[in-house]
T-cell receptor
Framework: DVKVTQSSRYLVKRTGEKVFLECVQD?????MFWYRQDPGLGLRLIYF???????EKGDIPEGYSVSREKKERFSLILESASTNQTSMYLC?????????????FGAGSRLTVL | QKEVEQNSGPLSVPEGAIASLNCTYSDRVSQSFFWYRQYSGKSPELIMS????GDKEDGRFTAQLNKASQYVSLLIRDSQPSDSATYLCAVRNTGNQFYFGTGTSLTVIP
């Protein structure tokens, strides 16, 4: 069974803390994505990556950075967490080519910033 | 203008009825269209994809695409209480980015 695994389901952090959200996929997918989901706003793309060490900004990259040192792992970093980053964070992956049409999500990481 | 727009609902239908969910998109060159289902507290799961004009049926689900009108819909026949969820419309652009609507909340009343 193919999987996208997010390391933490629930996190509570304080304002100003550095936060790491980890995502690992076992499908050998080239493409990986980070979204955040907020009520009334839907899923918004933060960053995506098409290959190792490659990253592209999505619609709302401010306050976030990413790292992709290995094909299977895509990390989202909040350098200095703020309360407006309280959200559900969803990682997803897809293959290149015809498989690029299928986006598989992880279970999500619900982050609360106090 | 948002890339993908959906009526947020909520939409309520009685058990056994047809639920109709609608979506419009702004990028005319989009090629791939999807419907995801998301149960409360869970992540989205793909239920339908459609790439060409017309209808695509899979069990109780039918996706309809009209590229000229930039319109995608999902019909759920014989709706069941287990279909109660939020349905997300998604569009993949030529840059391989996926854009999602805000979702339509569906409740099927037993």
């Amino acid at each position: 069974d193919v999987k996208v695994t997010q390391s933490s389901r629930y996190l509570v952090k304080r304002t100003g803390e550095k936060v790491f959200l980890e995502c690992v996929q076992d499908m050998d997918h080239e493409n990986m994505f980070w979204y955040r989901q907020d009520p009334g706003l839907g899923l918004r793309l933060i960053y995506f990556s098409y290959d190792v060490k490659m990253k592209e900004k999505g619609d709302i990259p401010e306050g976030y950075s990413v790292s992709r040192e290995k094909k299977e792992r895509f990390s989202l970093i909040l350098e200095s967490a703020s309360t407006n980053q309280t959200s559900m964070y969803l990682c997803a992956s897809s293959a290149r080519g015809s498989g690029a049409n299928v986006l598989t999500f992880g279970a999500g990481s619900r982050l609360t910033v106090l | 203008q948002k890339e993908v727009e959906q009526n947020s609902g909520p939409l309520s239908v009685p058990e056994g009825a047809i639920a109709s969910l609608n979506c419009t998109y702004s990028d005319r060159v989009s090629q791939s269209f999807f419907w995801y289902r998301q149960y409360s507290g869970k992540s989205p799961e793909l239920i339908m994809s459609i790439y060409s004009n017309g209808d695509k049926e899979d069990g109780r689900f039918t996706a309809q695409l009209n590229k000229a009108s930039q319109y995608v819909s999902l019909l759920i026949r014989d709706s069941q209480p287990s279909d109660s969820a939020t349905y997300l419309c998604a569009v993949r652009n030529t840059g391989n980015q996926f854009y999602f609507g805000t979702g339509t909340s569906l409740t099927v009343i037993p």
